[in-house]
């Protein structure tokens, strides 16, 4: 299991983690002190850390700041730090958590100095417990949750496996730490302990079993999901024939209105090639203009970048198979 497949599937209520938040940051070496008994040879890899971690930093992030973020990605085996730490986070011991303290205190600081993004990410993991999640649903996960802006990151973890579960997460205070990893490539961003999320729809079915479940990031301030670089607008239909808009924008006083409108995706009529769509259900946009269409007719997820004339199809549209895509 890697980092971005490592979710917890119990729903389970535990205690909110905050006491961290109080202690001093410390070196990388002393934060991560009383770890040392459950993970072997922790020193030597605190010092690969601080040797290919990314300093210096552009965000000003110390050097223990920036190791503390690139040990997190580091993969060594059944006691890479990731899995120890997001096992005790999940932990109903609350007490167990006490000593990874200092380190959280470090790595929630690092989290700090780095970009904030609201844009479209995705997890997947190679288990079938999409069913079990339903509209509107609440679910907290407790532990840093991992997540790419990349779905094609995703499905090479996944590869052909049959029962997968694949997130489409809206997030709106997600951490973006590509450049700090030890896998760059890898477009991770990073959503914090105890991030909430409410579940958009009942999960989309593959043909092979698998699953997607659309999440939207429950913002702590406002509690609404993220807003679009086009002003919140939304786009959903009730009948397949009607589409309707609705829109909740802040709409600048000086504002100007094009005459005409401008195609941003499909537009050569309903069908299943890329650069078509059949009967759009719903519209997402990112803060860079990415759209994410639910191609209903199609029985896929479809990706739009701005000015593209073709579509990148995310999940499904491959009709029977065994295969995630």
């Known amino acids: 299991m890697n980092r971005f497949g490592d979710i917890d ?3 389970k209520r535990l ?15 002393k934060a ?30 110390t050097r223990d700041q920036s190791a503390a973020v690139y040990i997190y990605t580091m993969e060594w085996g059944d006691t890479t730090l990731y899995r120890v730490l997001n096992r005790a986070l999940r932990s109903e011991n609350r007490q167990e958590l006490k000593i990874w303290f ?35 649903q609440i679910v907290t996960w407790w532990s840093v949750n991992s997540c790419s802006s990349s779905v094609n990151v995703i499905k090479q973890f996944l590869g052909n496996k049959k029962n997968s579960t694949l997130f489409l997460i809206e997030a709106v205070s997600g951490k973006t730490i590509s450049g700090y990893t ?19 729809s009942d999960p989309l079915d593959q043909s092979n079993g698998s699953h997607l479940v659309h999440l939207i990031e429950i913002d702590d301030k406002d509690d609404q999901p993220l807003a679009s670089a086009m002003d919140n607008m939304k786009l959903s239909a009730a009948q397949p024939s009607i589409a309707t808009t609705s829109i909740i924008p802040n709409i600048p006083i000086d504002a100007r ?37 639910a191609d209903c007719r199609n029985h896929r997820i479809v990706q739009w970048k701005m000015g593209n004339k073709n579509g990148q199809v995310v999940a499904g549209g491959r009709g029977q198979g065994n295969r995630l895509d």
């Open 257 to 293: 209105w094009s005459q005409n409108g401008k195609t941003v995706a499909g537009g050569n009529g309903q069908g299943n090639a890329t650069n078509q769509l059949n009967d759009p259900w719903g519209l997402f946009v990112d803060d860079d203009q990415t759209m994410i269409i």
């Open 15 to 29: 205690p909110p983690v905050y006491g961290y938040r109080s202690e001093k940051v410390v070196s990388i070496e």
């Open 9 to 11: 599937a119990s729903f």
């Open 102 to 136: 200092p380190y959280l205190k470090l790595f929630d600081t690092a989290l700090d100095r780095l970009p904030t993004v609201k844009e479209a990410v995705w997890r997947g993991v190679p288990l079938d417990f999409g069913k079990n999640f339903t509209k509107n």
């Open 182 to 200: 030890e896998y760059k490539e890898e477009d991770e961003v990073i959503l914090r302990i105890g991030s909430q999320f409410r579940v958009k």
């Open 32 to 61: 991560l002190e009383l770890i040392e008994p459950q993970i072997d040879e922790l020193p030597y890899y605190i010092k690969i850390a601080k040797r290919n971690c990314h300093y210096p930093s552009e965000h000003g992030l």
